[in-house]
C-alpha cells in the first residue's frame, strides 16, 4: 500500500536545487511548445493581449532567465478573477517542467483535495508537505482563500491552507524549496482569512504576478 510520501513523489524527477535553475533554451521552439501544450489541454486556448505577457513571465521564470521581472528564489503566485485561467497556465507549466525541461517541475494539489484530505487523515497530513525527511516537494496549491478551508479538528477550527502556508514557509527558508499558487485575491485582501503574519510570509515566499481580465468561462 502506498504511503501519502510515495504519492507525493511518484512520477517527479528529484531536483537538488534549491531554487530555479536555469535552462539554455531556444526561445521560438520553446514558446511553440509551451502553445501546443495549452492546446492540448484547451483546444480554444488562443494568445492574446491579456494572457501573452504573463505567458511570457512564467516561460522565462520556469526556465530561469535573467529576464525573469523578478526574483528566481521565490516561487509564484498568480492572482486574477475568477475564470480568467490561472489553474490552466500552471497545468501547462506543470506539463512543460515536467516533460520538456525536465527540471524546476512540482507535484499540483488542490485547496479542495488538501482540506478533503485533512478531513479524513487529519492535521497529520499536512507533514507530507513538511521536510520530507530532508527532502521536501516543490508544490503548487490551486485556489487558495476561495473555498471553504476551515475544518473542525477535535472540536477546534482549524484552517487547513492557513497552516500548510505556515509549514512551506519554514521549508522556504531552512530548504528553500518553493512553493506556487493561485488565488483571487492579493495577500493583503486576505485579512479575513490568514493571520497577518502568514500574509507577511507570502510576501516573502512568492513573486507575485497578475492575470487580468474577466472570466472566459461560458
Request: with cysteine.
Amino acid at each position: 500500500m502506498k504511503t501519502i510520501r510515495d504519492i507525493f513523489f511518484e512520477g517527479l524527477e528529484p531536483n537538488d536545487d534549491n531554487i530555479i535553475r536555469p535552462v539554455e533554451i531556444n526561445w521560438n521552439q520553446h514558446s511553440n511548445g509551451v502553445l501546443n501544450i495549452a492546446k492540448s489541454l484547451e483546444p480554444t486556448f488562443e494568445v492574446n493581449d491579456i494572457n501573452k505577457n504573463i505567458l511570457k513571465e512564467l516561460l522565462m521564470y520556469f526556465s530561469g532567465s535573467d529576464s525573469f521581472n523578478g526574483s528566481l528564489k521565490k516561487g509564484i503566485m498568480l492572482v486574477g478573477d475568477i475564470g480568467t485561467g490561472k489553474s490552466l497556465l500552471f497545468k501547462i507549466f506543470k506539463r512543460y517542467t515536467s516533460e520538456i525541461l525536465r527540471v524546476n517541475s512540482f507535484q499540483y494539489f488542490s485547496t479542495q483535495e488538501i482540506t478533503d484530505n485533512v478531513n479524513i487523515s487529519g492535521v497529520d497530513y499536512l507533514q507530507a508537505f513538511n521536510d520530507n525527511f530532508g527532502n521536501p516537494i516543490t508544490c503548487y496549491i490551486d485556489d487558495i482563500a476561495s473555498k471553504n478551508e476551515v475544518i473542525k479538528h477535535y472540536g477546534t477550527e482549524v484552517n487547513t491552507i492557513e497552516q500548510l502556508l505556515s509549514i512551506r514557509y519554514n521549508v522556504f527558508t531552512r530548504y528553500r524549496k518553493l512553493t506556487h499558487t493561485t488565488s483571487n485575491k492579493y495577500p493583503s485582501e486576505l485579512t479575513n482569512v490568514y493571520e497577518k503574519r502568514i500574509i507577511d510570509r507570502m510576501v516573502e515566499m512568492f513573486n507575485i504576478l497578475e492575470l487580468p481580465g474577466k472570466s472566459f468561462r461560458k
